[in-house]
Structure formats: structure tokens, C-alpha cells
């Protein structure tokens, strides 16, 4: 149980363009999704965090506008990066923590970023 | 505010030897505290946890890490390599739960080779 599953795996844009990542909490209820960046060879770092149906939380120096976080329902978060430029390219990884009174963070397998 | 300190990047060992990964926290609360391991493209699978019951925790694959409050540490360790284990491992605190978010602090991982 508790498998978050992100979707692309990877994915190739031009600058400029948008793109959409998915995450998917598929058996259980999230009531709250993390969304993390991790740089090569460096630590996550949390970008915002997302309760369903609520705007999200930004974390200080995370743009919003340039991020976007939807959490519509229970199951599913997106992220779209807006106009992206080659510095966006990195490994952006989300987690879902369950409504069940559990505190537990499950994390995706990670969505690998490059812009072009 | 909380904080972690893993306290090397890098950790060679070979096959068939001890492993030590060495983490350090700070925390205004009693926290709770994880490894996380990462093999490369690939996201994050709990290894282990510590939530305030026994301090010595015993994890998936054979690691284990004891909670040693006076020195403020949560060590990684395993009796024996296996090349399988060569990967990126992440000490992460967190605080309290009910504690708002519950965020998860990850310290900047450290990464194992293991040779045959």
C-alpha cells in the first residue's frame, strides 16, 4: 500500500513551452502533497506544500506564478512549469501524506526535467 | 527549527564490510527521524524511522540506526555491504506531528560505494 506513482518519468521541452507533472496517490486519500526539487548531486528541497482544495504554500524564493500546483482532488496533484528556461531542469519529486490521523510522507519515483 | 547534518558526502567501503553513515540533528522538539535511501534516477524508499519508541531501529535490507539523544545523532549503519546498497542516502527530521505541515528537513545525503 501507499504508492505515489508521477507521471512523465521524463520529459524533453523547449524554452518557453509549459509542461505538466502528475502525481497520483494511487490507494490511499492525500489529503496533503509535497513537492520537492532536487539539483544533480545535491539534497531535496521542499517547494511547496498543497492541501485539496486550497491555493498551496510556497516555500520562501519559490516563484507561484512560475509554479504552478493544482490539488484537486484527493488523488491527484499536478505541477506545471510555466515558460520554462533551461535552469528549470532538475528532478522534481512529489509526496502525498495520508487523511487516516497518519504522518507519513510517501514519496514518487520522480519526474526528470530538461529544457532545451 | 530543525536541521540536519550528514557528515560526509561521500562513503567508500567494500563488499562484505561494515557500512557507517553518520547523521546529526538539531531540533527544538523531540523529533522524528528517517534514512531515506535513493538509487540513481530513482525516487526515495524509506529505509527506516525513529518516532520516540525504541532507539535502536531496525530497517529494510539490513540497516539499522540507534537514536542517541545526548549526542544528538541517528547513525546509519549495516554489518555487511552489498553492491546493491551502493546508493544516495538521506538523514531527514521532522517535527513534531500536529505541528502544522510536519516538513521533512533532509540533509545533503550521502553517497555510498561500495567495491567488490
Request: proline share 5%.
Amino acid at each position: 500500500g501507499a504508492v505515489v506513482s508521477q507521471h512523465p518519468s521524463r520529459v524533453i521541452c523547449k524554452s518557453g513551452t509549459s509542461v505538466k507533472i502528475e502525481c497520483r496517490s494511487l490507494d490511499f486519500q492525500a489529503t496533503t502533497m509535497f513537492w520537492y526539487r532536487q539539483f544533480p548531486k545535491k539534497s531535496l528541497m521542499l517547494m511547496a506544500t498543497s492541501n485539496e482544495g486550497s491555493k498551496a504554500t510556497y516555500e520562501q524564493g519559490v516563484e507561484k506564478d512560475k509554479f504552478l500546483i493544482n490539488h484537486a482532488s484527493l488523488t491527484l496533484s499536478t505541477l506545471t512549469v510555466t515558460s520554462a528556461h533551461p535552469e528549470d531542469s532538475s528532478f522534481y519529486i512529489c509526496s502525498a501524506r495520508g487523511g487516516t490521523g497518519g504522518d507519513e510522507q510517501y514519496f514518487g519515483p520522480g519526474t526528470r526535467l530538461t529544457v532545451t | 527549527a530543525q536541521s540536519v547534518t550528514q557528515l560526509d558526502s561521500h562513503v567508500s567501503v567494500s563488499e562484505g564490510t561494515p557500512v557507517l553513515l553518520r547523521c546529526n540533528y538539531s531540533s527544538s522538539y523531540s523529533p522524528s527521524l528517517f534514512w531515506y535511501v535513493q538509487h540513481p534516477n530513482k525516487g526515495l524508499q524509506l529505509l527506516l524511522k525513529y518516532t520516540s519508541a525504541a532507539t535502536l531501529v531496525k530497517g529494510i535490507n539490513g540497516f539499522e540506526a540507534e537514536f542517541k539523544k545526548s549526542e544528538t545523532s541517528f547513525h546509519l549503519t549495516k554489518p555487511s555491504a552489498h553492491m546493491s546498497d551502493a546508493a544516495e542516502y538521506f538523514c531527514v527530521v521532522r517535527a513534531p506531528p500536529g505541528g502544522g505541515y510536519s516538513t521533512l528537513t533532509f540533509g545533503k545525503g550521502t553517497m555510498l560505494l561500495v567495491s567488490p
